[in-house]
């Protein structure tokens, strides 16, 4: 049985970084391709940033520069570490790992970005 586990959400302030982790069990993530998604109240859910089992990675274009997604073969985790973060990133993050047809989802995990 697959199971993602989001952590690392939480309140800070504008300008304020905070760094997400998604753990894995029953997938490993070097032979998946990795996102990070996230969806705010009443807002679709958005794709955030990609990373791929040959670690190339992607991001939608009002984080870049700013997130930068990872991950770490040994602990089969993956990252999203986010600088200089907005009131607009606020959502509930959520990491989503696929290999070939099946996808597999975690629970979520708040940021809330507010003075």
């Known amino acids: 049985q697959v199971q993602l586990v989001e952590s690392g959400g939480g309140l800070v302030q504008p300008g304020g970084s905070l760094r997400l982790s998604c753990a894995a069990s029953g997938i490993a993530f070097s032979i998946a391709t990795t996102d990070w998604y996230r969806q705010a109240p009443g807002k679709q859910r958005d794709l955030v940033a990609t990373i791929t089992s040959d670690g190339n990675t992607n991001y939608r274009d009002s984080v870049k520069g700013r997130f930068t997604i990872s991950r770490d073969n040994a602990k089969n985790m993956v990252y999203l570490q986010m600088s200089s973060l907005k009131p607009e990133d606020t959502a509930v993050y959520y990491c989503?790992?696929?290999?070939?047809?099946?996808?597999?989802w975690g629970q979520g995990t708040q940021v809330t970005v507010s003075s």
């Open positions: 989503n790992a696929r290999f070939r047809l099946l996808s597999y």
